[in-house]
């Protein structure tokens, strides 16, 4: 079956500007979560949606940074006035139930770049 | 504060010998572990996990080993094979928490 998909799998844009990354999770998974990896370093937390409501975004650097997921199965985040440390490869995955440490499953990423 | 650490960034291993990648941790709290490797252009793919009620987890070359009163993982690879080549990443969690990862490993196993 199809796995998690996000598109595109690289942008690049100018400081200042918005952009938006979709998620399409794996069909019937509950749980959605959006992850950042910088170079060198490990996937890093920003926000978890069980369903449609975000049941955790304390990993959201700041204001700049928002996700939705309105029908519960397809995710957008979305940063405003993008900053050149803003950078980086972004995960998005998915689990079954949402069971606490049901293994994640996750795309290859969206590689954002700001000029 | 890193609560989850992988010291070596890099590992290089024969093919056919034993790969013995390292984790360590410092929240106590943690009580599930997993291993996810990672290919270039790649999102990482679940490996192996383990509770922390067990210390040993087995799954065909890959097995993972637990010592809580020493807050240390490791995953040993048996025997070896080039396509194991990859970023390895040992990730926690506990109950409340998310995942959180280490920063990798990345291991080489030469033909």
């Known amino acids: 079956g199809a796995g998690v998909s996000q598109t595109p799998s690289n942008k690049v844009t100018e400081k200042g500007k918005y952009v938006e990354l979709r998620c399409d999770p794996i069909s019937g998974h509950t749980a959605l979560y959006w992850y950042r990896q910088s170079l060198g370093q490990g996937p890093e937390f920003l926000i978890y949606f069980q369903g449609t409501g975000a049941a955790d975004d304390s990993g959201l650097p700041n204001d700049r940074f928002f996700a939705v997921r309105p029908e519960g199965s397809v995710s957008t985040l979305k940063i405003q006035r993008t900053e050149r440390g803003d950078s980086a490869v972004y995960l998005c995955a998915s689990s079954s139930d949402g069971s606490y440490n049901s293994p994640l499953h996750f795309g290859n990423g969206t590689r954002l770049t700001v000029t | 504060d890193q609560q989850v650490k992988q010291n070596s960034p890099s590992l290089s291993v024969q093919e056919g010998r034993i790969s013995i990648l390292n984790c360590d941790y410092t929240?106590?709290?943690?009580?599930?572990f997993l291993w996810y490797k990672k290919y270039p252009a790649e999102g990482p793919t679940f490996l192996i996990s383990?509770?922390?009620?067990?210390d040993k987890n087995e799954d065909g070359r890959f097995t993972v080993f637990l010592n809580k009163s020493a807050k240390h993982l490791s995953l040993h690879i048996v025997p070896s094979q080039p396509g194991d080549s990859a970023v390895y990443f040992c990730?926690?969690?506990?109950?409340?928490?998310?995942?959180?990862f280490g920063p990798g490993t990345r291991l080489s196993v030469l033909p």
């Open positions: 990730a926690a969690i506990f109950y409340g928490q998310n995942f959180v």
């Open positions: 929240n106590s709290m943690f009580d599930y």
């Open positions: 383990i509770s922390s009620i067990k």
